[in-house]
């Protein structure tokens, strides 16, 4: 008679924990509906790529552009190994690439991006004249995971982008729930690179 009411109020209990464990962190956001079935292709990879620097000496971002079906380029975040703050996936793919990559290319590519990019990577995205921007994850939601107050004063991407370069084409977020759970994995874990990625 006892037992079945106890193991209720065990399941109970396990439920509730469980969901304040989840209210811990932000719920995603739905897809920008102009993005495609192709855009999710390319985020998965930009994903990976974000999975790939956690190990390998950076933050978990990462980064691909991408013509005609055709990856040009990829770059993880590898602030942490070299010591260079400018090294995000974004900056750092436009910096090891532009020399290779004709303006021309620059223009009719997407450049897939698994976190929206942050002010410094918006004006190397700029120069490089890149035609299309995809990010995954919101800073906003990706602020709160690393432990951070929202932003009194956000200013995103896409008004960045609308300031200095209106011709590039800017969406997101694209399966941030994805997104999320990287960064969920890696931040409480890693408090001391809160800002240094
Ligand atoms: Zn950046």
């Given amino acids: 008679m006892v037992r079945a009411p106890l193991r209720l109020f065990c399941l109970a209990s396990l439920l509730l924990m469980a969901s304040s464990a989840f209210a811990a962190f932000p719920a995603a956001s739905q897809d920008d509906p102009g993005c495609t079935a192709e855009d999710r292709i390319y985020m998965a990879r930009a994903y990976e790529l974000a999975r790939y620097a956690i190990t390998h000496g950076g933050g978990p971002f990462g980064a691909l552009l991408v013509k005609d079906g055709k ?7 590898c602030v942490h190994s070299t010591h260079d703050v400018t090294k995000h996936a974004e900056t750092g793919l436009i910096s090891a690439f532009s020399p290779k990559i004709d303006r021309e290319t620059f223009a009719k590519s997407t450049l897939y991006t698994s976190t929206e990019p942050c002010t410094m990577c918006c004006g190397a995205i700029c120069f490089a004249g890149i035609g299309r921007v995809v990010y995954g994850t919101s800073e906003a939601p990706f602020l709160n995971v690393m432990g951070l107050p929202p932003d009194p ?26 997104g999320l759970i990287i960064h969920e994995g890696y931040w409480p874990v890693h408090p001391e690179d809160v800002g240094k990625s």
Wanted: net charge negative.
């Fill in 71 to 77: 990856i040009l380029a990829e770059y993880s975040n």
């Fill in 153 to 178: 004063n956000p200013l995103t991407s896409h008004e960045v982008l609308g300031r200095i370069a209106p011709k590039i084409k800017v969406l997101g977020p694209l399966m941030e729930a994805e």
